[in-house]
Nanobody, 131 residues
Framework: QVYLAESGGGSVQAGGSLRLACRASGLTYRDREYYMAWFRQAPGKEREGIACIAADGTTNYADSVQGRFTIHQDNADDTLYLQLDRLKPEDTAMYYC???????????????????????WGQGTQVTVSS
């Protein structure tokens, strides 16, 4: 059973930075069996996939965060990170990490930002950006 636990959210002013962490248990990144992603959901809006990372480290970002956010995973402690820089008020949302085991036919370089592909989710961490 895979469990995910996010941390690192908080309140910052526009232009500031935060680093979110997603500690995983029940999986080992070195095994390259999972791809991971970060999502966010603001009140009254749909959940948005903002960044994903494949089993081999390949990354993909939504246009809304490209160049400002960085996703990476630490194989030493099986923790997924999302570095948030140059934050804007419109980045205010609950942020979630998600994990999905690769099928035998899914390439190690594949990842997805579609929420329908993910079965395992964390509980979320709130990010609030003030102007």
């Amino acid at each position: 059973q895979v469990y995910l636990a996010e941390s690192g959210g908080g309140s910052v002013q526009a232009g500031g930075s935060l680093r979110l962490a997603c500690r995983a248990s029940g999986l080992t990144y070195r095994d390259r069996e999972y791809y991971m992603a970060w999502f966010r959901q603001a009140p009254g809006k749909e959940r948005e996939g903002i960044a994903c990372i494949a089993a081999d480290g390949t990354t993909n970002y939504a246009d809304s965060v490209q160049g400002r956010f960085t996703i990476h995973q630490d194989n030493a402690d099986d923790t997924l990170y999302l570095q948030l820089d140059r934050l804007k008020p419109e980045d205010t949302a609950m942020y979630y990490c998600a994990a999905q085991r690769r099928s035998p036919v899914t390439s190690v370089w594949f990842c997805s930002r579609a929420s329908s592909r993910f079965q395992t989710w964390g509980q979320g961490t709130q990010v609030t950006v003030s102007s």
